[in-house]
């Protein structure tokens, strides 16, 4: 993860900018994001799989017995215009979002406690977890392309439950792990 900050208020502006907000200029730091559940690795992409780390350890741990391989770019991801807009609608999901950065980078937006978004950037080697239940939200930078391995606990349900979803009852249980 090389950053994470809250964001402007700019909405004319091209979302794969990075939209620092010019209040709240510096970043915010790991705790605040695992305070809302949102976690974090940083791992070698060359030289991640073996038993006994940290790759394996969580696949185990957390049961993810699926694995994929997504390359979000113009050329390389089928309906690309159409995927680019759902992947920035603000929504959750019932199931926790895992990604695991192999090249490329781009940004997950995340609802702070207070409801105001913080832009993770996300890049090589970054294995991220967004908790079920988090309203959240995903773009490319300006770069244009990222490639990612999606993790998933059984078979795999990417579908987006677009906000509002507040009687979702993975919202629910995640606004109760908050408290
Ligand atoms: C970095 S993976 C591409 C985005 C994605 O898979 C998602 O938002 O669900
Ligand atoms: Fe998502």
Not at 39 to 59: C, I, M, Q, V
Not at 115 to 120: A, N, Q, V
Not at 140 to 155: S, T, V
């Amino acid at each position: 993860m090389s950053g994470a900050w809250y964001m402007d208020e700019d909405y004319e502006t091209d979302q794969r900018e990075p939209h620092r907000s010019p209040n709240e200029p510096a970043d915010v730091d790991m705790s605040l994001l695992a305070d809302i559940g949102v976690l974090h690795w940083k791992l070698d992409t060359a030289n991640y799989e073996g038993e006994g780390g940290t790759f394996d350890k969580l696949r185990k741990e957390r049961g993810y017995n699926y694995s994929d391989i997504i390359t979000v770019s113009p050329d390389k991801l089928p309906n690309y215009e159409q995927k680019i807009k759902s992947f920035f609608e603000e929504h959750l999901h019932s199931d926790e979002e895992i990604r695991f950065i192999l090249e490329g980078s781009g940004y997950f937006d995340v609802r702070s406690k207070g409801d105001k978004w913080i832009r993770i950037k996300v890049e090589c080697g970054d294995l991220i977890i967004l908790p079920a239940g988090i309203y959240h939200r995903f773009t490319l930078d300006n770069k244009n392309y990222i490639k990612a391995m999606r993790l998933f606990q059984g078979e795999p349900v990417w579908t987006p439950i677009n906000r509002p979803a507040d009687s979702h009852p993975a919202r629910m249980t995640y606004l109760q792990s908050l408290q």
